[in-house]
């Protein structure tokens, strides 16, 4: 289903390749530019010129249409988006510049989705409200969260920094020695390319507790998300893993089937939901009396042979 929701936009949307190495502007600094851009538009009453900017932002995401009908109608299956946050932003801006309204309530409305979609795609939305943090972390950050003794279950956050050859090579020493209790690992907004994730995958899936991944807001494009596809196809590779975050990255629109069937399978491997067994077929004359037609359990198998049990939440 998502193999066509990655098409890119023409020039305007960048060189893929720069981004991928590092060249020019991350991906989410020019998305960031066009919807400032819409916002100044909107108070100068352009709206042609909002909706054109709008969907060079949405092909540079991955969403085809270029009306909202076709978001709406001819692609409502999108079931593996990998950022269905801006894709909901994005429909209500759509929904803004094209149905009829006064001047002010145009702008007030979509200058306010604008806001939103900043946030989501800046590294702001990362930190603490009221922190005193920089605008760009610095290689000290990097260094104190790398000299942490974790306890089980712990996370490390080295969002915004950003990282080089050699920073990837430090990261790969710790998780080494100290990362077998690490359960999220957050590298968003850190400038990671297919090449360094490349470098920094056999220190990952050897992890036995993570269960988080965090890569949004980087340089990543499909070849990054086939190779984490293959490695989740192997189930001794990442063996908890229950979400990778690719969004907001060069061209990853959704995320591969495979790699979502690698992660149910974990998840329900070490989980326990809740199921309901339906007896589809009638009782048979002579049956136990008494006997009901739905029954409740917390995952257990069926004690004797009996209808496949029907997980109550499937995606």
């Known amino acids: 289903m998502g193999a066509r929701l990655g098409r890119r936009a023409g020039p305007e949307a960048g060189s893929e390749a720069g981004a991928a190495t590092g ?118 950050c990097l260094k104190s969260n790398l000299q942490k003794t974790l306890p089980a279950g712990e996370t490390v956050n080295l969002s915004g920094i950003p990282l080089s050859v050699q920073d990837v090579q430090h990261i790969m020493h710790y998780l080494g020695s100290q990362g077998a209790r690490l359960a999220v690992l957050d590298l968003s907004f850190t400038g990671l390319s297919d090449e360094l994730l490349h470098q920094l995958l056999p220190s990952l899936w050897t992890l036995p507790c993570l269960t988080q991944l965090l890569l949004n807001g980087n340089r990543l494009t499909r070849a990054a998300a086939r190779e984490l596809t293959e490695a989740i196809k192997d189930t001794t590779k990442f063996p908890v893993l229950a979400w990778v975050d690719l969004g907001n990255n060069v061209d990853v629109a959704s995320l591969p089937q495979p790699l979502l069937v690698g992660l149910r399978r974990r998840l329900s491997q070490r989980t326990s939901l809740p199921t309901i067994y339906e007896s589809l077929d009638p009782e048979p004359e002579g049956g136990v009396a008494g006997a009901t037609a739905l029954a409740s359990t917390w995952g257990s198998a069926a004690a004797g042979p009996g209808p496949e049990p029907q997980a109550c939440c499937t995606r």
Do not use: M
């Not at 989410?28 to 709008?54: G, K, N």
């Open 23 to 140: 060249c020019g502007p991350a991906p989410y600094e020019r998305r960031v530019r066009w919807l400032r851009e819409i916002q100044s538009t909107l108070r100068e009453r352009r709206p042609e010129r909002a909706q054109q900017l709008l969907r060079l932002l949405r092909q540079d995401l991955g969403l085809e249409g270029t009306l909202l009908t076709d978001i709406l109608c001819r692609n409502v299956a999108f079931l593996n988006l990998v950022d269905p946050i801006s894709h909901d932003l994005l429909v209500n801006l759509a929904r803004d510049l094209q149905c009829p309204k006064s001047d002010y309530e145009l702008w007030k409305s979509s200058d306010k989705t604008c806001r939103q979609l900043i946030y989501h795609l800046t590294p702001h939305s990362k930190w603490q409200q009221g922190s005193s943090l920089p605008r760009r972390k610095t290689q000290s």
